[in-house]
């Protein structure tokens, strides 16, 4: 699985011209899902999700993790970040797990956040035209690949 992680004082996901996600200070994760992926890629990236110290402390320290701050998060499935350019113009996403497998991982990810988190984490519609709005706080951006673990 491969995350992006965007610090963020607000964002939202409008499908359709309906708001169906709105936080303010916490994350967006955007989540990829390969066919090779399983459970213990969900565990680690909760795991690493959830105790990501990017939020600042009291001195200005990135010290503080989304639990610490209380914070939210929006999860939207994106297959796009299994896009591979190496060849052409055209990114190919033979990687990206097809719908009966990513769509179970993404659900079961989203349930294993919340547990994690202790509150309700919202979403986009999985494979829907999404429209992502986002104030990025810092910038801080974390790319993240469970089968890395970097």
């Known amino acids: 699985m491969k995350v992006v992680i965007q610090r963020v004082s607000q964002a939202s996901v409008t499908i359709e011209e309906k708001l169906v996600a709105d936080i303010q200070k916490g994350l967006l994760v955007l989540v990829g899902v390969e066919a090779e992926d399983n459970a213990e890629d969900i565990d680690w990236l909760v795991n690493k999700i959830i105790n990501l110290r990017i939020f600042v402390d009291a001195n200005d320290v990135m010290n503080l993790s989304v639990k610490d701050i209380h914070g939210e998060i929006i999860v939207v499935s994106q297959f796009t970040l299994h896009a591979s350019t190496k060849k052409g113009n055209r990114p190919s996403y033979l990687k990206a797990a097809k719908p009966e ?50």
Do not use: C, H, R, W
Not at 107 to 135: H, P, W
């Open 101 to 150: 497998i990513s769509i179970p991982m993404y659900e079961n990810f989203v349930q294993q956040l919340e547990i994690a988190l202790g509150k309700k984490i919202q979403t986009g519609i999985f494979a829907a035209d999404m429209k992502v709005s986002l104030l990025n706080d810092g910038p801080v951006t974390i790319v993240i690949d469970s089968k890395n673990k970097e």
